[in-house]
């Protein structure tokens, strides 16, 4: 999949003005459109063109954009890097006109899922002469990385969130806000918790929208997550998996004893019950046990493995056939 350039689609500048960017793409979209043209590439062209502009005339989306195409250009192979939207508030949703059958992958990718807009509610009320109009505020979304640590302990966590809005020239730019939020023990990855009022002002009396906010745990260099489950792989040396040997392992809580059997294969899981994320029912931590090898580095290192080659006589490859 190729990184897409919505502005040389619509042909503008990339501090173009909404209102710009506007006028371009119906001066195009005219020019392309399938029922008048005479190109031959007119029904393609139009697609594109209303691709780019879906994602550039939502300020929210066309931020996110933005960001993301720093270290990207057209043309280049692309996969959306890991949580590469968190941090933006969104309270529109992913599609606002058509349907996704409309849209490249590459725009799915990246707007397809999530950013599901609030719900709206309005409510009239008479009393003698005077009318009152109220609407509840937009709810807003927004996803944030927090540590696994964090969600085996619970923490508060101060978080800057960037919600964008046009200025008065047209241009887009980012409104920051910092809020303290409390992270649940137990959260995991995808759920999400709601800051109640924090969402866009209500009109008349009726109330502010929520924020919710979609928790993803930042990598980790040991552990990988799966709902409430843990995983780590832990390397053990050939003569601890053929011996047996009791070792230490790291876990989000501290460091266990952990007992390697003799014989022990490669690959094998072992499960530590309830050491996973804590929940009503707790996760487990998989241990994966992993062979490593020391390096023949020095002339007793090579002799060691020119012994065990001569009075080990193994071959891994013999049920290949080969």
């Known amino acids: 999949m190729d990184f897409k350039d919505y502005y040389d689609i619509i042909g503008v500048k990339k ?21 008048v043209s005479k190109e031959a590439n ?5 697609k594109e063109l209303g691709e780019a502009y879906e994602a550039l005339k939502d300020p929210e989306k066309r931020a996110a954009y933005d960001q993301l195409g720093k270290n990207w250009k057209a043309g280049q192979d692309f996969n959306p890097p890991p949580d590469w939207d968190a941090g933006f508030e ?13 849209y490249s992958d590459f725009f799915e990718s990246l707007f397809g899922h999530g950013f599901q807009g609030g719900q709206r509610q309005s409510h ?28 085996y302990q619970g923490a508060t966590r101060s978080i800057m969130l960037q919600s964008p809005e046009i200025d008065s020239n047209g241009h887009v730019i980012n409104k920051q806000r910092t809020l303290n939020v409390k992270i649940p023990k137990g959260v995991k990855q995808g759920q999400r918790i709601r800051l109640s009022g924090q969402g866009s002002p209500g009109m008349g009396a009726a109330p502010a929208g929520d924020l919710y906010l979609q928790v993803e745990f930042n990598p980790h260099g040991l552990y990988r ?34 007992k390697i ?30 062979f490593t090898l020391p390096p023949a580095e020095s002339d007793e290192a090579k002799q060691l493995y020119k012994k065990m080659q001569q009075e080990l006589p193994y071959n891994p490859r013999s049920k290949m056939g080969v």
Do not use: C
């Not at 969104?90 to 409309?102: E, K, L, Q, S």
């Not at 009318?131 to 807003?140: F, K, L, N």
């Not at 709902?227 to 266990?256: M, N, Q």
């Open 15 to 35: 501090d173009a003005t909404q209102a710009e960017i506007k006028r371009a793409y119906k001066k195009l979209a005219r020019k392309y459109h399938p029922d």
């Open 42 to 46: 007119a029904e393609v062209r139009f």
């Open 90 to 102: 969104f309270n529109g949703g992913g599609f606002t006109g058509g349907n996704d059958a409309d």
């Open 124 to 151: 009239d009320r008479s009393q003698g002469r005077q009318r009152t109009y109220q609407q509840r505020g937009e709810d807003h979304h927004a996803k944030v990385s927090i540590d696994l640590e964090d969600a």
């Open 225 to 258: 997550v799966q709902g409430h489950d843990v995983y780590l792989d832990v390397p053990v040396t050939p003569w601890e998996a053929a011996l047996g040997a009791s070792i230490k392992v790291p876990t989000p809580t501290g460091a266990v004893d952990l």
């Open 261 to 290: 059997a003799e014989g022990t294969p490669n690959g094998r899981k072992m499960r530590l019950k309830g050491k996973g994320i804590p929940s009503k029912t707790p996760g487990d931590l998989y241990i994966i046990i992993q």
